[in-house]
């Protein structure tokens, strides 16, 4: 075994990492509900960048629907975005659980 050599590979590795989460958080998801009334698009760093919303479902009587709409657009944007991050790292990682990434 050759304490170099690993210490070597372990920083290529490192390197890696930082630079495939330099891409993830630049790489954009979106997700659509409520039949594509509402449309969310976010980084897989989970950052939201924009939300567009179908004139259709604005009832200020109903407030409440339009909300839950966007939420849940959002938690969906955010979800695609963890699981290609997540898949992603792995692909790199060899399925190694690394704490913090």
């Known amino acids: 075994m050759n304490i170099a050599k690993l210490m070597k590979q372990a ?6 990492l930082a630079a495939k989460q330099e ?9 659509s509900v409520g039949g594509g ?4 698009i ?7 960048l924009s ?7 604005i009832d200020p009587a109903d407030a409440e629907f ?9 938690q969906e944007a955010l979800a695609k975005g ?3 991050a997540a898949a ?9 659980n690394i704490p913090g990434m």
């Open 37 to 40: 009334k509402v449309k969310v």
């Open 51 to 57: 939300i567009k919303i179908d004139p259709s479902v």
């Open 66 to 74: 339009l909300e839950e709409l966007v939420l849940k657009g959002v």
């Open 23 to 31: 891409k993830l958080a630049i790489q954009v998801v979106d997700a």
């Open 11 to 16: 920083q290529q590795m490192q390197a890696g």
């Open 88 to 96: 992603e790292m792995k692909k790199l990682t060899g399925g190694l």
């Open 42 to 48: 976010a980084t897989c760093a989970g950052d939201v």
């Open 82 to 84: 963890k699981n290609q």
